[in-house]
């Protein structure tokens, strides 16, 4: 059974870090592109932040860009996002998302990938 789980989500202080993780388990990431979204109550789920299959192309939406930083390791078939300097604006449902990786660039549209995690909470307030 193919699946993505997300982990490492939770109330942070304005200012504060957290690295999520995205576990992937009945099939091997080292094909797959994975992508990480976010959702904020009453909005379209957004790109965050992709990576190729061999963790050597990254990509990152404007709003994080600086901040977060995209990683995987295929030998633990996880793909990890580290976020610092979060901000009130960073509030939302983080998923992870896979697509194979057949050399295109790194997708930005939800549609373009195959397979999601159930996603995890991601809480900044002080």
């Known amino acids: 059974q193919v699946q993505l789980v997300e982990s490492g989500g939770g109330l942070v202080q304005p200012g504060g870090s957290l690295r999520l993780s995205c576990a992937a388990s009945?099939?091997?990431?080292?094909?797959?592109?994975i992508g990480w979204f976010r959702q904020a109550p009453g909005k379209e789920r957004t790109f965050v932040s992709g990576?190729?299959?061999?963790?050597?192309?990254?990509y990152y939406a404007d709003s994080v860009k600086g901040r977060f930083t995209i990683s995987r390791d295929n030998a633990k078939n996880t793909v990890y996002l580290q976020m610092n300097s979060l901000g009130p604006e960073d509030t939302a449902v983080y998923y992870c998302?896979?697509?194979?990786?057949?050399?295109?660039?790194?997708?930005?549209?939800?549609?373009?990938?195959?397979?999601w995690g159930q996603g995890t909470q991601v809480t900044v307030s002080s």
């Open positions: 009945g099939f091997t990431l080292d094909d797959y592109a």
């Open positions: 998302a896979a697509v194979r990786d057949v050399g295109r660039a790194i997708a930005t549209m939800p549609r373009r990938y195959d397979y």
């Open positions: 990576v190729n299959w061999s963790g050597g192309s990254t």
